[in-house]
């Protein structure tokens, strides 16, 4: 399906939205899906239909090796920001105490 503006009616009747799929299987791969997808009020009706077409197994190796990498980034990044504060906030205890 070439054009997004053309988006496929789900089961409850929504017309569908474009989501992406963060699975190992599919990484960063489009689908049409229920507005009501996950939601905690509504009761899903589990409607998928893929946008793009499927990823070689090369692909989708290295996309999941990327996403692993930059996850592990972050993690590293938000692990350095907390020890920042910490070491901020025992100076500052320090010079108040001193």
Not at 61 to 67: A, H, P, R
Not at 79 to 94: D, G, H, S, T
């Amino acid at each position: 399906m070439d054009d997004p503006t053309r988006r496929p009616v789900c089961y409850c009747g929504l017309v569908t939205e474009i989501k992406i799929s963060w699975t190992t299987g599919n990484p960063r791969r489009r689908f049409f899906g229920c507005k009501n997808h996950a939601s905690l009020r509504y009761k899903s009706c589990r409607f998928m239909q893929w946008y793009d077409p499927p990823m070689t197994p090369r692909v989708t190796v290295v996309l999941n090796g990327l996403l692993r990498k930059l996850n592990g980034l972050e993690r590293g990044r938000k692990k350095e920001r907390i020890i920042w504060v910490c070491l901020v906030i025992v100076m500052m205890l320090f010079l108040i105490c001193k």
